[in-house]
């Protein structure tokens, strides 16, 4: 029986693993660039989360594949909780040691992943999260956000609720609890009030039971903000109870998949979103965008696409423009990155990195004839870069005290 | 008053498809011993085949959907289920999980992350009023085909030669098997009627809820829930923990909405404090 020394081991495994050590410093200057992509994979928000995971990974398509010179590789993980997705933040920067993050659907989700960005310095770009809290009293150095929040959507269709009896129905986490919170916060302000309220916990497949409440309360209209499959249910059984067209419903935060996952029959109200993919509005980049989405997809992007695109894009031209992947000289890039193809320069606002852009209201069309086009763009949340910048409040307001980097 | 008797009638409509989804979970287990996981997922399959049908070929083709999904589950058992029979249950759970999963899976590929659009059948367009109870058409046709496919099964097993073979075989399979019985076969025949069932469910459901790869998780834990309360194995406790389940989540949204998706877990604890095997488990031997 042959049996090597016992010090050559030793003294061959320290050189594998200095080889392997000052090989993996060596991947990490010339290898890919990763990038994290953290969205819902299952659960009420798969849809959303695949729209917007598609729509990052086409803005590196877009981009070239390549950042830095570097190939760019992309690690798509699950949003499925808060606690999974706070998980999944943690092992981007273990194990995938990404640059960056874009992703982070929900409120309570992107709450959670927000600490492990800060403290494991990834620069994060949330693409859907819209509760006030996101960019105020949690916010921190290495969170962005896209999506408006929610005192924003609301005030966007409550000037048409002037004087009517509202029924809210809102889901039972974070986002929901701060629109219930803020809309109930302007019903003096329109002459409105409150007919009842449900907070829905997420999930609810049978909302029947909610819709006979509603009946029973008899509001002149229904303001909420159900998320995803919880949206598309509540639709579908809304229709099914013959209560389309007897009550307007109105909701922020929508997606485009929440209607396109029930069809046009079920479809129906008055929404805020961020984009659309039909509005004429849009720039041209957004139109090419729409494009190469249809052309790579075989459908128009949702506007949980064109946030992944928006964010994802932001994070690049910002890494470009820091001239290296260190997570400081990004978080810069990206307080001082602008859109220059909107109605006026959309920006990351530096004391809160909330995204300033107006969002889109929409009207469910009375005919639908496209297989994907159910709305009309019927107005804005606010135009002009002055009303913009008023909408989403001033720093007192905001109460975001942003740390170090 | 109007509201609650309308909630509860609601309640029971909602019960009536948590019984339909339980009653092949409570069967498989009863049967076979098995603790299928994956009873959503056929639940699921109904749905998107029947969605599949319906879209293509009408509503009336969509009968076939559950006769599909047994035909899998059969042959489910006879590839994977049938050598977990007389292991731990710990076993069944977790390669019935991972089936779940297998499942999920499969349906995502074939059609996609998203929900699909299904609508009640045209005839079952409208609204029912029957005093202070409001309901739709349709709802009351998922009602009056509950209690007839529960009444159909209860007549099977309890009436008829092959009932018989499968509750003695559940009992006492070594003696079924020396009277010359095929038992293999048997079992193989009772997985895929639970599947089917579970399938009947998804049928009804898919016009009620979206149809997405995401309904199965949400129909496997009212089922197991159902299942514990009603007693292990127990087709009369499924169908009355399932309407207990139905009218106390109805009731909750009236009263307590931000707890009705726990109110039938709190039932669940409550009645197994008092009764820890169901409101009619029974002991069986071979699970003791």
Request: contains cysteine; aromatic residues 10%.
């Amino acid at each position: 029986m042959v049996t090597k020394p016992k010090g050559a081991l030793g003294a061959f495994a320290l050189a594998m693993l200095c080889s392997a050590a000052f090989g993996a410093d060596a991947s990490a200057q010339d290898g890919p660039v990763r990038l994290g992509i953290l969205t819902p994979k299952q659960g009420a928000s798969a849809s959303i989360g695949q729209s917007m995971a598609r729509g990052a990974e086409l803005a590196i398509e877009l981009h070239g594949g390549k950042v830095l010179g570097r190939d760019i590789k992309t690690v798509w993980l699950d949003e499925a909780s808060p606690q999974v997705a706070q998980q999944n933040m943690q092992k981007m920067a273990d194990d995938y040691s990404v640059a960056g993050v874009v992703g982070g659907n929900s409120s309570s989700a992107t709450l959670a992943m927000m600490p492990v960005a800060e403290r494991e310095k990834i620069p994060f770009i949330s693409a859907g999260s819209a509760a006030s809290e996101v960019t105020g009293a949690s916010c921190n150095r290495y969170t962005f956000r896209t999506q408006a929040p929610v005192p924003v959507q609301v005030s966007a269709v409550f000037d048409r609720l002037k004087d009517q009896k509202l029924y809210f129905m809102t889901p039972s986490y974070a986002f929901g609890q701060d629109v219930l919170r803020t809309a109930r916060s302007m019903l003096d302000g329109v002459g409105a009030s409150e007919a009842g309220n449900d907070e829905v916990p997420v999930n609810t497949a049978d909302y029947s039971s909610y819709i006979l409440k509603i009946r029973q309360a008899s509001p002149d209209a229904v303001f909420g903000a159900l998320v995803g499959l919880d949206l598309s249910n509540f639709l579908k059984q809304w229709r099914e109870l013959g209560m389309q067209g007897e009550i307007p419903v109105y909701e922020v935060a929508v997606s485009d998949t929440d209607f396109w996952d029930i069809g046009p029959d079920a479809s129906t109200g008055i929404h805020v979103k961020p984009w659309y993919y039909n509005d004429p509005a849009n720039p041209d980049v957004e139109k090419k965008f729409v494009e190469a989405y249809e052309e790579e997809h075989g459908q128009p992007p949702s506007d949980k696409a064109w946030s992944g695109w928006f964010a994802m894009t932001a994070m690049l031209d910002s890494i470009e423009a820091a001239g290296s992947t260190d997570p400081k000289e990004v978080v810069k890039q990206i307080e001082s990155w602008t859109y220059d193809a909107g109605e006026f320069p959309y920006y990351f606002r530096k004391w809160d990195h909330q995204l300033i852009r107006p969002s889109v209201i929409v009207q469910v069309k009375d005919e639908i004839t496209d297989k994907w086009d159910y709305m009309n763009v019927i107005g804005t949340s606010t135009s002009g870069k002055e009303d913009t910048l008023k909408a989403f409040g001033t720093q007192e307001e905001i109460g975001c005290k942003m740390g170090e980097l | 008053m109007e509201i609650i008797l309308s909630q509860a009638a609601n309640g029971v409509v909602l019960g009536v498809i948590y019984i339909l989804i339980s009653v092949g979970l409570s069967i498989t287990f009863g049967m076979l011993g098995i603790i299928n996981f994956a009873h959503g997922a056929f639940f699921a399959l109904g749905a998107y085949f029947s969605y599949e049908l319906a879209s293509r070929f009408g509503w009336s083709a969509a009968i076939a959907a559950p006769l599909l999904a047994a035909a899998i589950g059969m042959l489910v058992e006879v590839v994977l289920i049938r050598r977990l029979y007389g292991k731990e249950p710990l076993l069944s759970l977790v390669v019935t999980f991972a089936l779940a999963l297998l499942i999920e899976a499969v349906i995502r590929s074939v059609w996609g992350t998203g929900g699909r659009p299904l609508s009640p059948p045209a005839i079952f367009n409208g609204i029912v009023e029957i005093g202070p109870i409001l309901m739709t058409t349709y709802r009351f046709a998922v009602l009056v085909i509950t209690v007839a496919v529960l009444l159909a099964l209860w007549a099977f097993l309890a009436l008829t030669p092959y009932g018989r073979v499968i509750r003695a075989g559940s009992r006492d399979p070594e003696m079924v098997d020396m009277l010359g019985i095929n038992l293999p076969r048997v079992f193989t025949a009772v997985f895929g009627l639970g599947c089917g069932i579970a399938a009947i469910a998804g049928v009804l459901a898919g016009p009620l809820w979206t149809v997405s790869p995401s309904m199965a998780a949400n129909a496997i834990m009212p089922a197991f829930v159902i299942v514990a309360i009603g007693g292990l194995g127990s087709f009369s406790g499924a169908v009355i923990a399932g309407l207990f389940v139905g009218i106390t989540t109805a009731l909750t949204v009236q009263f307590w909405p931000e707890a009705s998706s726990a109110a039938m877990y709190v039932l669940m604890l409550l009645i197994l404090l008092v009764r820890p095997r169901g409101l009619l488990g029974t002991q069986w031997e071979r699970f003791e």
